[in-house]
């Protein structure tokens, strides 16, 4: 599949779940006052596009797989989304579950596997 027809057909599945965030140093921050991992974005600096989404059916891993880049990375318990990939001043969204996370040129996933209660 053509990368520019990848990434629309990735940006389209993002729907209305997506929103934005800058990158000053190619990824996405998360974490929270225990800890802080900066996710490749796939792209560089600029704005990265980032979508939360449920685990619908077990082959939503294989499915997300072949679409984007597995980053590896699962996260587990309450944490935060920065706005910026340099500062944890200002908090994108928090989330609170498990997640696996996929990246591919300026978007970046996490899939719920589970949402925990507050």
Same mark, same amino acid.
């Given at each position: 599949?053509?990368?520019?027809?990848?990434?629309?057909?990735?940006?389209?599945?993002?729907?209305?779940?997506?929103?934005?965030?800058?990158?000053?140093?190619?990824?996405?921050?998360?974490?929270?006052?225990?800890?802080?991992?900066?996710?490749?974005?796939?792209?560089?600096?600029?704005?990265?596009?980032?979508?939360?989404?449920?685990?619908?059916?077990?082959?939503?891993?294989?499915?997300?797989?072949?679409?984007?880049? $597995?980053?590896?990375?699962? +996260?587990? *318990? /309450?944490?935060?989304? !920065?706005?910026?990939?340099?500062?944890?001043? $200002?908090?994108?969204?928090? +989330?609170? *579950? /498990?997640?696996?996370? !996929?990246?591919?040129?300026?978007?970046?996933?996490?899939?719920?596997?589970?949402?925990?209660?507050?």
């Amino acid at each position: 599949m053509e990368s520019k027809n990848k990434w629309l057909k990735i940006r389209k599945l993002f729907g209305e779940n997506c929103f934005k965030i800058f990158s000053d140093r190619g990824g996405v921050l998360v974490g929270n006052e225990s800890f802080q991992i900066l996710v490749r974005n796939g792209q560089g600096d600029g704005m990265t596009r980032v979508a939360v989404l449920p685990l619908t059916k077990l082959e939503d891993f294989d499915f997300w797989s072949n679409l984007m880049i $597995d980053a590896n990375i699962f +996260l587990e *318990g /309450k944490f935060n989304i !920065y706005l910026d990939d340099c500062s944890t001043e $200002d908090i994108s969204h928090e +989330l609170n *579950g /498990k997640y696996a996370v !996929y990246y591919y040129v300026g978007l970046v996933l996490f899939l719920e596997i589970e949402k925990y209660e507050e």
